[in-house]
């Protein structure tokens, strides 16, 4: 059975930082590539950052030199350093998982019947 468990989201200051975590269950293997999606209230998921199963990262420019995406495979864990986070950050962040390898995320497409789902983690930046 695929899980997904995020954590780490919560209430932050503009310009503050926050590092979400996404732990797999042992069925998603290195083969999978990993993303992080986000939802703002009223509008379509998107794709925030993907990595590939081959180590091949790509980011929204609007996250770019702020957000980073990584992976322990010891771990099994997936993670999304978020700095100088901004008000338009704010919406439910998901973990992705990709059985194809992952080389989708760089379309910036929507989501997959295919993809794999945490249950969303609610990130809020707000003064």
């Known amino acids: 059975q695929v899980q997904l468990v995020e954590s780490g989201g919560g209430v932050v200051l503009p310009g503050g930082s926050l590092r979400l975590s996404c732990t797999a269950s042992?069925?998603?293997?290195?083969?999978?590539?990993m993303a992080w999606y986000r939802q703002a209230p009223g509008k379509e998921r998107e794709l925030v950052a993907g990595l590939t199963s081959d180590g091949y990262r790509n980011t929204r420019d609007s996250v770019k030199g702020r957000f980073t995406i990584s992976r322990d495979n010891a771990k099994n864990t997936l993670y999304l350093q978020m700095n100088s986070l901004k008000p338009e950050d704010t919406g439910v962040y998901y973990c992705n998982a990709d059985p194809t390898g992952g080389s989708y995320y760089f379309t910036f497409g929507p989501p997959l019947p295919l993809h794999y789902w945490g249950q969303g983690t609610q990130v809020t930046v707000s003064s």
């Open positions: 042992e069925t998603i293997d290195n083969s999978y590539g």
